[in-house]
């Protein structure tokens, strides 16, 4: 495809975005309390993204800017994902205490916002391997239950899920140091759970780094949250957990994690346990 009609389709799917994010923002309306509020921010985010795109293909139009890797538009695509992978978990979590059907055209906007992200990047690369991993998400339409709602992500190539419950947000800072103790999330100071560390894991020490935010409850009975940093987010997905069972005999991470069996699909699961680490 040559580059005046990437351009003209980038610019395209940055106008959809625009439409989407306004009707995401008044379904926050709607919803209002603080998932309306959770939802609001999102699609202020997204509105913004919708414009850089916008912005970054005009520029490179009118040769404005040398580089025309499009990098600027990548990078806003992946934030976009990451955005929809937030607002999804948000919406997941409204779910646990309002009626279903009150979420399920949040849903929809939500997925149409990561639809048109992940065609950007599809578009960035044609074929060749995106560089992040593109966030899946499922429609939620089998459970209102949130224990059955499971964050897929990994740390140094090795895959992990949790609980959506315990995910407050998926953070894509431009800079982050992967050796600090405290991470600053917002102007609050966040501990940091380093398991590159702990499970002696290579970590690539690339510019971005994609940050998992959590929230366990301490020793001292209240929920307190955390900085894990992590390779990537690789979805939010729907199953069910059969029942705990003890890892594996010479488990890599046996003294750190315990293991599940997926229900639905039978699969092995593989949870971090956080008590050894708070």
């Not at 389709?9 to 994010?21: R, S």
């Not at 089998?142 to 419950?165: C, H, M, W």
């Not at 994609?210 to 997905?237: F, H, K, Q, S, W």
């Amino acid at each position: 495809m040559n580059k005046e009609k990437k351009i003209w389709l980038f610019e395209q799917y940055a106008n959809k975005l625009w439409t989407l994010a306004v009707n995401l923002a008044m379904e926050a309306a709607r919803i209002g309390g603080s998932t309306g509020a959770g939802l609001a921010v999102v699609a202020e985010e997204c509105r913004k993204l919708s414009m850089k795109i916008s912005d970054y293909a005009g520029a490179i139009r009118f040769d404005e800017v040398k580089d025309d890797s499009f990098q600027g538009i990548s990078d806003a695509a992946l934030q976009i994902n990451l955005l929809a992978v937030n607002a999804y978990l948000e919406n997941i979590r409204a779910m646990k205490t309002t009626e279903k059907r009150n979420h399920r055209s949040t849903a929809v906007y939500i997925d149409e916002i990561r639809t048109f992200a992940c065609s950007i990047a599809e578009l960035l690369y044609e074929k060749k391997p995106v560089p992040q991993p593109i966030p899946e998400i499922v429609s939620p339409i089998k459970s209102t239950d949130i224990s059955d709602y499971f964050l897929q992500y990994s740390i140094g190539g090795v895959p992990f899920i949790e609980n959506a419950g315990i995910i407050s947000t998926v953070e894509y800072p431009a800079k982050i140091d992967i050796d600090a103790e405290i991470f600053n999330l917002r102007g609050l100071d966040v501990r940091v759970i380093d398991l590159y560390k702990r499970f002696n894991l290579k970590n690539d020490e690339s510019d971005r780094q994609t940050v998992m935010i959590i929230g366990l409850i301490g020793n001292d009975g209240r929920e307190n949250i955390y900085a894990v940093p992590v390779d990537g987010v690789y979805g939010v997905i729907y199953s069910k957990i059969g029942y705990n069972a003890p890892p594996q005999a010479g488990h890599t991470f046996a003294e750190y994690t315990r293991e599940c069996w997926d229900a639905v699909g039978g699969d092995q699961l593989i949870f971090i346990d956080w008590e050894k680490f708070i």
